[in-house]
């Protein structure tokens, strides 16, 4: 593997991106935000969202593949649907790799799938997973399900929300604080979201300087659509939005010069 390049790989079919499919009557993935659901984006049900059985099999028959790879660490976002991925596509791996979790590679937040709202649930199901780059903090080890918050890069923007979540009164933050996030998130115009695409292009710059930390060692990273899509622009408009990225299919990849 070159040790300029890094191998990024999207995300399996999620339970997310059937329901958002299902909800237009579209045998294709929806990729414009402007033609999703707005139900379908503000569903508690799909908060941190799994596979569906399509996309574990999509894994299975990509994990093959991924076993010609050298990798020795996988570095691997904190939503379930992700750490999933990871773990169907290299548990079988002769490498062992080691799966560490990292907040950097997270979806921008847009949508309810993109709430870590399960993340107590996924860390008792695959603990072999390395959770401590992500719960770096007394708060989060008190309350994982709450790192959504913790790590929005817009410093306005969580302090507005804490303060929100102050408002509600919740008295189990780690179980109802997600879906007080998602309420949060659709007080706003639905054409406008919480993290901008200007802070998501921020976000992944300095995503890009925890990267080159990894050059000389071989690493996979497993990630999502508007991270592959941004982190692989040249181009971006005076909104920060990608003019030239890669969209990236579920369960595919691509190489990335970091």
């Given at each position: 593997?070159?040790?300029?390049?890094?191998?990024?790989?999207?995300?399996?079919?999620?339970?997310y991106?059937?329901?958002?499919?299902?909800?237009v009557?579209?045998?294709?993935?929806?990729?414009?935000f402007?033609?999703?659901?707005?139900?379908?984006k503000q569903?508690?049900?799909?908060i941190?969202?799994?596979?569906?059985?399509?996309?574990i099999?999509?894994?299975?028959?990509?994990?093959?593949?991924m076993s010609?790879?050298?990798?020795?660490?996988?570095?691997?976002?904190?939503?379930?649907?992700?750490?999933?991925?990871?773990?169907?596509?290299?548990?079988?791996?002769?490498?062992?790799?080691?799966?560490?979790?990292?907040?950097?590679?997270?979806?921008?937040?847009?949508?309810?799938c993109?709430?870590?709202?399960?993340?107590?649930?996924?860390?008792?199901?695959?603990?072999q997973?390395?959770?401590?780059?992500?719960?770096?903090?007394?708060?989060?080890?008190?309350?994982?399900?709450?790192w959504?918050?913790?790590?929005?890069?817009?410093?306005?923007?969580?302090?507005?929300?804490?303060?929100y979540?102050?408002q509600?009164q919740?008295?189990?933050?780690?179980?109802?604080?997600?879906?007080?996030i998602?309420?949060?998130?659709?007080?706003?115009?639905?054409?406008s979201?919480?993290?901008?695409?200007?802070?998501?292009?921020?976000?992944?710059?300095?995503?890009?300087?925890?990267?080159?930390?990894?050059?000389?060692?071989?690493?996979?990273?497993?990630?999502?659509?508007?991270?592959?899509?941004?982190i692989s622009?040249?181009?971006?408009?005076?909104?920060?939005?990608?003019?030239?990225?890669t969209?990236?299919?579920n369960?595919?990849?691509?190489?990335?010069?970091?």
């Amino acid at each position: 593997m070159n040790k300029s390049k890094f191998i990024l790989i999207r995300h399996a079919e999620s339970e997310y991106n059937l329901a958002a499919r299902l909800a237009v009557n579209s045998s294709k993935e929806v990729t414009n935000f402007k033609e999703e659901s707005l139900k379908i984006k503000q569903d508690e049900s799909l908060i941190d969202c799994g596979l569906t059985q399509y996309g574990i099999q999509q894994c299975l028959e990509s994990a093959q593949k991924m076993s010609s790879f050298n990798v020795d660490i996988v570095l691997v976002s904190p939503l379930r649907r992700a750490i999933q991925t990871a773990h169907y596509l290299f548990r079988d791996h002769p490498n062992k790799p080691k799966f560490i979790v990292v907040p950097f590679l997270r979806e921008m937040l847009s949508s309810s799938c993109d709430i870590g709202g399960n993340l107590t649930t996924t860390m008792n199901e695959f603990p072999q997973f390395d959770y401590s780059r992500i719960l770096n903090t007394e708060f989060l080890q008190q309350y994982p399900n709450m790192w959504t918050m913790e790590y929005l890069w817009n410093q306005e923007q969580k302090q507005q929300m804490k303060q929100y979540l102050l408002q509600q009164q919740c008295d189990d933050l780690n179980s109802r604080g997600p879906k007080h996030i998602l309420d949060y998130l659709f007080q706003y115009p639905p054409d406008s979201v919480v993290e901008t695409f200007m802070d998501t292009m921020n976000r992944i710059k300095q995503a890009k300087q925890e990267l080159s930390f990894y050059r000389n060692q071989n690493v996979i990273c497993v990630t999502h659509s508007r991270f592959l899509q941004t982190i692989s622009a040249q181009q971006f408009d005076a909104e920060g939005k990608p003019k030239d990225g890669t969209w990236i299919k579920n369960c595919d990849y691509i190489e990335v010069d970091i």
